[in-house]
C-alpha cells in the first residue's frame, strides 16, 4: 500500500511531536539530575518547544487542506 504525500507529511508532523515532547521531558531530567546546565536546559526547551509548535501547525494545515479537499473519493 502506497503512502500519499499528505499522509507521509502528517506522520512526520506527529513523530515531531512525539520527539519534541521527549525531548521537553528529557530536558527537564537532566536539569533536575545536574547533567546539563541552566542555560543548556533553556535553550534545548525554547527550540524543543519551537519544533512541537512547527510540527502542531503542520498538523493543523494538514487536516484543514485534507477538509477543504473537493474530491469525495479521498
Not at 42 to 55: V, Y
Request: proline fraction near 0%.
Amino acid at each position: 500500500m502506497r503512502i500519499e504525500g499528505r499522509e507521509r507529511r502528517e506522520k512526520l508532523y506527529i513523530i515531531g511531536c512525539i520527539l519534541a515532547a521527549v525531548m521537553i521531558f528529557g530536558t527537564i531530567g537532566g536539569i533536575d539530575h545536574d547533567v546539563i546546565s541552566m542555560e543548556q536546559g533553556i535553550w534545548q526547551m525554547m527550540w524543543s518547544f519551537i519544533l512541537g509548535l512547527w510540527c502542531w501547525n503542520g498538523i493543523r494545515l494538514e487536516e484543514t487542506r485534507a477538509a477543504r479537499s473537493r474530491r469525495w473519493w479521498v
